[in-house]
């Protein structure tokens, strides 16, 4: 035969405040809200970026994170991280080329894009201008809802 025993549970006096914290916040265990406006979504385009700036001009790393931070407005500046493994990807597949420029007395990496990447850009562009028009319809479809919320 089981018995049933009755426990109670009491949090120390200091950890009140930390589960009503926890619980006020626990959709941030799902998604850090905080990042959508600090490049959450535009993270997959980090190829789409580099590529297309490269298209421009032939660059060293630092600036390549400079300007995707200026031509985001602000919003997202990517880290060394992400990027320099990634200029390594795209040179390994022959998207970019690269060499070492020490004339200015700091050696600096400089990348520059092929004949291969300048198609695959182009590629690309025609593959991701239609999925952005339907991420951008969703994400309208979302701010409705949420502003009609807020009025009701």
């Known amino acids: 035969m089981l018995r049933e025993r009755a426990v109670e549970f009491k949090p120390a006096p200091d950890s009140w405040m930390r589960m009503k914290t926890k619980k ?5 265990q799902l998604i850090d809200v905080s990042k959508l406006s600090r490049g959450l979504l535009l993270k997959g385009l980090l190829p789409y970026y580099v590529l297309g700036l490269l298209t421009q001009e032939k660059m060293y ?17 990517p880290s060394p991280g992400s990027i320099y493994p990634l200029l390594k990807r795209l040179a390994h597949l022959g998207l970019v080329s690269e060499y070492i420029d020490d004339s200015g007395g700091h050696p600096k990496r400089i990348y520059e894009l092929t004949d291969a990447g300048r198609e695959a850009y182009r590629d690309m562009r025609e593959d991701i201008r239609p999925r952005l028009k339907r991420t951008i319809e969703l994400l309208t479809l979302h701010l409705e809802e949420l502003e009609k919320d807020c009025r009701e």
């Open 24 to 28: 006020e916040k626990v959709y941030e």
């Open 61 to 77: 790393g630092k600036l390549i994170l400079d300007r995707i931070h200026e031509v985001t407005g602000g919003n997202w500046k």
